[in-house]
């Protein structure tokens, strides 16, 4: 791409480019508000983990329902199996039965176990025909159809109540974090420029981006299922860039402008801005663009939606930057310093303080470098022990009400009572043979007698008083089983060759030891592996966990050589070094090293919970260092092309390394510290998130940018840089001649290019 004949058609066709921006933004207006609708709260499961394949079997072959919640029943002067309970109950759940997309309900008045030791609580599983990310829908209506009776409180629980939840909280999250960064990031952009329209001119774009960016993720989402974690991400990335880019071409404008004059000037200054600031822009979104699109290599919904979702901002911050903004430059011209509040110098000196800070550095650069690497390496420690396990109830505040059914039903019944392990097992033959009761009775005892389970339920489970022989001799007569509630239970678990298994144990999904009993079930060379002749399919809440842990892990490393190689093809081309991207890819590991280890220290180990208001979780969320990495690795990277393009700069007109480290921090330190300002205010701002991971999401990107704008910008890059010298500028002349034809003028040629032209009028 040419931006130098781009930044001449942003100036002769600006009104045009305007015009075009504003009917996008007129079209997406009414689509905009509708996102959040359009997005769901599942995405943490794939149909080709072993624990989504068990429960397929058992829906398409045993016909068992694909989502459930539960209704639960309290009361403080009514006690389960009184006339009075059961009136009480029958009156407030009478037209819950008939509601939509439910198909059956399971009475704790047939199922002792669902009712409390001491009788005042209870809960009936409620069955649906909707699939889990869809179930959500079922709620409202059974809500509608539920009735208030004095002295019973009735609440709606489980997994559709817990998804619906995190729909409405992540909505109202989202509202917060708008109201407390937009006026912070004005603020800042003030002290920046010290002019409104200058400090208004990146805060209208950002939040152009946002907006367009939001109508067209529900256009996705109308097509393909997308997470409802994307809506906080989509600000946070949109506002943050597109904020951050516009500051950079703002600054540059400012900057090209302030030693300009004649009747061409502001044609020239933007012609220079978009050649030079818009190329980096183009080049750093380009970056944080892969690191997005890294994400979409995952199979997961969740993951692969905020990879698309993050595209398209991405995408949009760059487009309206090197489009948009300078088009409104060439109307605006001088104006854009209107409404001055303070005066702030435009132009960066040649010994500024940021050069002075590189200067210091570089005189010490092994005594700055081993302390600064070892706080980074330190500060990921805590990443050692990290504990990843999948999002449930203990995300959302205590509260919402699916949390505080979880937290009743937790204390009455323990967490395992409602994430039992099932398990799918196929004999050879009829399950009800003899020889086969023979086999189930034996592996059930197996089972039952692990110190883990507290609870086997199976066709040899029906009744503890009947023996082995009486259960084939139940299940052998001609006449089929002869008592009712065996031969319901008997439809119920089995079907010809398969029968169901559940497990329960006294642990949560998300507990290691139930986690360890779904790896020892499976494994064929464990005491607890089927008898010969029987297979198993193993399903169910620790299951679910463990496969998603395992795959998400497993996939990783090639979303990150993917990341890692694009970036550093992107950075060479840009760069015209190879050491300088190695370097680059170095220093932003660290600093994401260094954000997981708080995040570790923060959420898993549960530092700073009573401050940031949480409940700490004992875990990270799956999904939340990849979604971090693909993310900072963008991000970091964005700075890091902000200050290399000053220092290329700087090192084409010198050849100077230590002259070129220098210029190009004074030229860039304050606009990439400011940018970095403005990302840290709006991730910031979600750390007041009532949703655990949307708080841990902003606290992670606020701390890994800040320490990126700090410690590594300012002290590890000029500490390297001065120990590389010219090596850092080092390419084959072979590779630099072939360059020439992708990129043919640098940001040093064109401003050599208008230094000429400046003496020249002289």
């Not at 019944?413 to 034996?442: C, Q």
Request: with cysteine.
């Amino acid at each position: 791409m040419n931006f130098d004949r781009l930044g001449r058609f942003t100036v002769r066709r600006r009104w045009w480019i305007v015009a075009a921006w504003a009917t996008l933004i007129l079209l997406a207006i009414p689509f905009a508000p509708r996102a959040p609708g359009a997005l769901s709260a599942g995405g943490f499961i794939l149909d080709d983990l072993e624990s989504a394949r068990a429960k397929q079997v058992l829906q398409q072959e045993l016909g068992l329902e694909p989502s459930a919640f539960v209704l639960v029943y309290t009361s403080d002067s009514l006690t389960a199996g009184t006339p009075a309970w059961v009136t009480a109950v029958s009156q407030a759940t009478r037209d819950v039965a008939g509601a939509p997309h439910v198909t059956r309900i399971l009475s704790h008045v047939m199922a002792p176990g669902q009712v409390s030791a001491d009788g005042h609580t209870a809960y009936d599983i409620v069955f649906l025909d909707l699939p889990p990310d869809d179930s959500p829908d079922a709620i409202p209506p059974v809500a509608a159809a539920l009735h208030q009776v004095p002295g019973l409180t009735v609440r709606i629980g489980g997994g559709p109540a817990f998804y619906g939840d995190v729909q409405a909280v992540t909505e109202t999250d989202l509202r917060r974090s708008e109201l407390i960064s937009l006026p912070l990031a004005a603020i800042a952009l003030l002290v920046v420029f010290g002019s409104v329209i200058a400090a208004a001119i990146p805060l209208a774009v950002g939040g152009a981006a946002v907006l367009v960016a939001l109508a067209a993720i529900f256009v996705v989402a109308s097509l393909t299922p997308m997470s409802i974690f994307v809506l906080n991400l989509a600000t946070l990335l949109g506002l943050g860039l597109g904020v951050d880019y516009s500051l950079l071409m703002t600054s540059r404008f400012r900057e090209e402008l302030a030693h300009r004059d004649g009747p061409d000037r502001v044609a020239e200054a933007v012609r220079v801005t978009v050649a030079t600031a818009g190329r980096a822009v183009f080049f750093s979104g380009l970056t944080v663009l892969l690191g997005l699109l890294g994400l979409v290599l995952f199979e997961f919904m969740i993951l692969r939606s905020v990879g698309i979702a993050g595209a398209l901002v991405v995408g949009l911050a760059v487009a309206a930057a090197i489009t948009l903004l300078p088009a409104v430059f060439a109307i605006l011209g001088t104006r854009i310093d209107a409404l001055a509040i303070r005066r702030v110098t435009v132009e960066p000196g040649a010994d500024g303080p940021w050069a002075r800070l590189a200067r210091r550095v570089m005189r010490h650069p092994v005594a700055v470098l081993i302390p600064t690497l070892t706080l980074l390496l330190v500060l990921g420690i805590p990443f050692l022990h990290v504990r990843f396990n999948a999002p449930d109830a203990t995300i959302l505040p205590s509260s919402v009400p699916s949390r505080e059914t979880y937290d009743i039903l937790a204390r009455e019944f323990g967490e395992g009572a409602f994430a039992p392990i099932a398990i799918a097992v196929r004999t050879t033959g009829d399950a009800t043979t003899p020889e086969n009761i023979a086999k189930l009775w034996d592996y059930s005892r197996r089972l039952a007698a692990d110190t883990r389970v507290s609870r086997v339920s199976g066709l040899v489970d029906v009744d503890p008083r009947l023996t082995l022989r009486q259960y084939q001799l139940l299940y052998g007569g001609t006449a089929g089983p002869p008592d009712r509630f065996v031969a319901t239970s008997l439809a119920a678990t089995t079907r010809g060759n398969l029968t169901a298994f559940t497990i329960t144990t006294p642990y949560g999904p998300n507990r290691d030891e139930g986690r360890a009993l779904v790896r020892e079930l499976r494994d064929p060379a464990s005491p607890l592996a089927p008898p010969a002749g029987v297979t198993v399919q193993v399903g169910g809440g620790a299951a679910d966990v463990d496969d998603v842990v395992s795959r998400v892990w497993s996939d990783f490393p090639r979303t990150a050589a993917f990341i890692v190689v694009t970036t550093f093809l992107v950075l060479f081309v840009l760069l015209r070094s190879v050491v300088l991207p190695v370097k680059a890819l170095v220093m932003n590991t660290l600093s994401i090293l260094a954000s997981f280890g708080a995040l570790v220290w923060i959420f898993q180990d549960g530092n700073l919970s009573s401050p940031l208001g949480f409940q700490p979780l004992g875990f990270v969320e799956t999904t939340q260092p990849v979604i971090l990495f693909c993310v900072l690795f963008g991000l970091s990277m964005d700075y890091e092309v902000f200050l290399l393009s000053r220092m290329k700069e700087a090192w084409d007109k010198t050849r100077n390394n230590t002259e070129a480290v220098a210029r190009g921090l004074e030229r860039s330190g304050r606009i990439v510290s400011s940018a970095a300002l403005i990302v840290v205010l709006v991730a910031g701002s979600f750390a007041f998130a009532d949703i655990v991971l949307i708080k841990a999401l902003g606290l992670g990107v606020a701390i890994a940018v800040a320490l990126d704008a700090t410690v590594v910008r300012a002290l590890l890059v000029p500490a390297t840089m001065r120990l590389l010298g010219k090596w850092n500028w080092w390419v084959p002349a072979r590779l630099d001649r072939a360059l020439q034809g992708v990129l043919p003028r640098t940001e040093a040629q064109v401003e050599a290019g208008v230094q000429a032209e400046l003496e020249a009028a002289r």
